[in-house]
T-cell receptor, first 109, second 116 residues
Framework: GQNIDQPTEMTATEGAIVQINCTYQ??????LFWYQQHAGEAPTFLSY??LDGLEEKGRFSSFLSRSKGYSYLLLKELQMKDSASYLC??????????WGAGTKLIIKP | GAVVSQHPSWVICKSGTSVKIECRSL??????MFWYRQFPKQSLMLMAT?????????EQGVEKDKFLINHASLTLSTLTVTSAHPEDSSFYIC????????????FGPGTRLLVL
C-alpha cells in the first residue's frame, strides 16, 4: 500500500530552527509537496521537490532523497505565525497526491 | 501566484436542503479540480477528482449521488451536497491544478458547512 509518515506534533522555540521529516512509500514518484495549514484555514503551497537535493525559499527549505524515500522541511528563524500544521504529500505514478496526516508545529516564545 | 476562490465561505442550512459550493481558478486554467473534506483536527480527505468536461472520479466510500460534482469549464467546478444532513457538516476545500501551474495543487479558502 501507499504510505506517508510524518510526526504528529512538534514543539519549537521562537527564533530557533526546526526540521519536520517525512518518509514515504508510494507506487511511483512524480514529486513531493509541502503545504502549510493554519487552524481553520485551507492549505497553502510551500514547496515542490522532484529531484534529490535541497530547495531553499527564504526561511523555508525542503530536502528530498528519492533513494531513501525521505524528505524534510526546514524552518529557520521561527516566528509565532509559523505555528501550523505542515502536510507532506507525494504524487504517485498516476499523478495522484497521497497525503500525510500532517505535523502540528507549536511555537513557544 | 495561482489563485483559487471558493464561494460561499460559510453555509448554514436546514437538514434536507441542498447546498452548492463553487470553486474557481482565477488566473489559470485548471484541467483538474479536487474536492476535499476535513473534519475538525483530522486530515484532509479526498472526495473526488474532476477533469474538465468529464465525469468526476469519486473516492471509495463517497456517494456520487449525494455529492454532485460538475466541472463544466476550465475555471469552474461545483460541488452540490444534496439533501444535506448534520453529519455532512464539515470544511469543504477545493483545489485546482493544470495549465500554467503544472502539477502543483492550489487550494481555495474552503467552505464551512453547518447543517442544522
Amino acid at each position: 500500500g501507499q504510505n506517508i509518515d510524518q510526526p504528529t506534533e512538534m514543539t519549537a522555540t521562537e527564533g530557533a530552527i526546526v526540521q519536520i521529516n517525512c518518509t514515504y512509500q508510494t507506487s511511483g514518484f512524480n514529486g513531493l509537496f509541502w503545504y502549510q495549514q493554519h487552524a481553520g484555514e485551507a492549505p497553502t503551497f510551500l514547496s515542490y521537490n522532484v529531484l534529490d537535493g535541497l530547495e531553499e525559499k527564504g526561511r523555508f527549505s525542503s530536502f528530498l532523497s528519492r533513494s531513501k524515500g525521505y524528505s524534510y522541511l526546514l524552518l529557520k528563524e521561527l516566528q509565532m505565525k509559523d505555528s501550523a500544521s505542515y502536510l507532506c504529500a507525494v504524487m504517485d505514478s498516476n499523478y495522484q497526491l497521497i497525503w500525510g496526516a500532517g505535523t502540528k508545529l507549536i511555537i513557544k516564545p | 501566484g495561482a489563485v483559487v476562490s471558493q464561494h460561499p465561505s460559510w453555509v448554514i442550512c436546514k437538514s434536507g436542503t441542498s447546498v452548492k459550493i463553487e470553486c474557481r481558478s482565477l488566473d489559470f486554467q485548471a484541467t483538474t479540480m479536487f474536492w476535499y473534506r476535513q473534519f475538525p483536527k483530522q486530515s484532509l480527505m479526498l472526495m473526488a477528482t474532476s477533469n474538465e468536461g468529464s465525469k468526476a472520479t469519486y473516492e471509495q466510500g463517497v456517494e456520487k449521488d449525494k455529492f454532485l460534482i460538475n466541472h463544466a469549464s476550465l475555471t469552474l467546478s461545483t460541488l452540490t451536497v444534496t439533501s444535506a444532513h448534520p453529519e455532512d457538516s464539515s470544511f469543504y476545500i477545493c483545489s485546482a491544478r493544470g495549465g500554467s501551474v503544472g502539477e502543483t495543487q492550489y487550494f481555495g479558502p474552503g467552505t464551512r458547512l453547518l447543517v442544522l
